[in-house]
C-alpha cells in the first residue's frame, strides 16, 4: 500500500493504475461503516484506493473541524489490512492551496435538511469530491446510505457535471442496537449512548406506520418526533423529514413507485446525529 501526500503523485499513481479503480472518499477515524465501503471496493475492483482527509471547508464555523477525530496510523493499518493500494492522506494546502477559489454549488437536493441546518456544508462536500474524483479519476466511488442526502447531492452533481463516475452506495452499518455507525459517536458519553439509538427508534416507527399503510407524509413524520421528544436526553430535533429518495424533494404522500426516504437529524447531548431509512 503506497501513502501518498501530494495530489500531483496520486494523480500519476492512479493513472498508472491497473482498472478498474474505486475509490473511497473518508475523512479517516475509520469505523465499520468505512470497512463496508473497502471491503466492496476491494471486491469490485483491480485497484482500491482511498482518502483520509478532514476537509475544512465542509464544516461551519462552530463545528467541530478543531476537534473532529484524527487517527491517521489506525487508519492506514485498517486500510492496509483491507487491502487498499493507495492512499491519498494530504496537508489541507494541498487540497486547497493559496489562492484556490472555484467552488461546486450543488442544487435542490443541497437544499433542505443537512444543507439548511449546516449552511455551506454541501458546497464543501462537493468541491472535496470533485477535486478527489479529478485527481484519483475513479471508476467507481463508494459513499454509505447513513449521510443520504450527502449520496444524492454527489450522484447529482456527477451526473450533471458528466464526472464519468459510477457512484456506489452501500448500506447503514448500525451498532446492535440500531445507532448508525459515525465517528462522531465517540463524543457520546455512556448515558447519551445509551440514548442514541432512540434516532433509530424513530425512523422505525416512521417506517412501521408505513409498513401498517400509513401513506400521509405529515403521520409519518409525527409518528419519529413522537419517539425522539420521548426520550429526554434529545435536546432538540433540527429536522424529521420525508423526501423523495433520488431529488430530496419533501413528499406529502407516499405513492409507490418512488424510493421515499425518512430522515431525521436530533441532537444528543453535544452530539448531532443524522440517520435514515428508505421506504420499501
Ligand atoms: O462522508 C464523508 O466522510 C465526507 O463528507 C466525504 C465524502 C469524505 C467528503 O469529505
Redesign the pocket.
Known amino acids: 500500500m503506497k501513502v501518498i501526500e501530494t495530489c500531483f503523485e496520486m494523480a500519476a499513481l492512479c493513472r498508472a493504475a491497473e482498472r478498474p479503480l474505486g475509490l473511497v472518499?473518508?475523512?479517516g477515524a475509520l469505523h465499520d461503516g468505512h470497512l463496508s465501503l473497502t471491503r466492496r471496493a476491494r471486491a469490485d475492483n483491480a485497484t482500491m484506493a482511498a482518502s483520509l482527509?478532514v476537509?475544512p471547508t465542509?464544516f461551519g464555523p462552530h463545528e467541530d473541524f478543531g476537534s473532529y477525530p484524527r487517527r491517521l496510523v489506525r487508519d492506514l493499518e485498517l486500510l492496509a489490512a483491507q487491502g487498499a493500494d493507495l492512499v491519498l492522506a494530504p496537508p489541507p494546502e494541498e487540497i486547497y492551496p493559496a489562492g484556490f477559489d472555484t467552488w461546486i454549488e450543488p442544487g435542490a437536493a443541497a437544499e433542505g435538511m443537512e444543507g439548511a441546518a449546516r449552511p455551506g456544508h454541501f458546497r464543501g462536500?462537493a468541491t472535496?469530491?470533485a477535486k478527489l474524483f479529478g485527481i484519483v479519476r475513479p471508476d467507481r466511488a463508494y459513499?454509505g446510505q447513513k449521510?443520504g442526502q450527502?449520496v444524492a447531492v454527489i450522484r447529482k452533481m456527477t451526473a450533471d457535471l458528466n464526472l464519468g463516475v459510477e457512484v456506489v452506495t452501500m448500506p447503514t452499518v448500525r451498532e446492535a442496537d440500531g445507532l448508525a455507525l459515525s465517528s462522531r459517536n465517540a463524543y457520546l458519553t455512556p448515558e447519551e449512548r445509551m440514548a442514541a439509538p432512540v434516532v433509530y427508534r424513530a425512523l422505525r416507527a416512521a417506517e412501521s406506520q408505513w409498513q401498517a399503510g400509513e401513506r400521509d407524509a405529515e403521520r409519518l413524520r409525527a409518528a419519529a418526533l413522537a419517539v425522539l421528544q420521548g426520550e429526554p436526553l434529545v435536546e432538540s430535533v433540527d429536522y424529521v423529514s420525508v423526501v423523495d429518495g433520488d431529488t430530496m424533494a419533501a413528499v406529502d404522500t407516499v405513492t409507490g413507485g418512488r424510493r421515499v426516504m425518512v430522515a431525521a437529524a436530533a441532537r444528543v447531548g453535544a452530539v448531532r446525529l443524522i440517520d435514515n431509512v428508505v421506504l420499501g
Do not use: G, L, R, S
Open positions: 472518499p473518508t475523512m482527509f476537509n465542509q462536500v472535496v469530491v459513499f449521510d450527502q
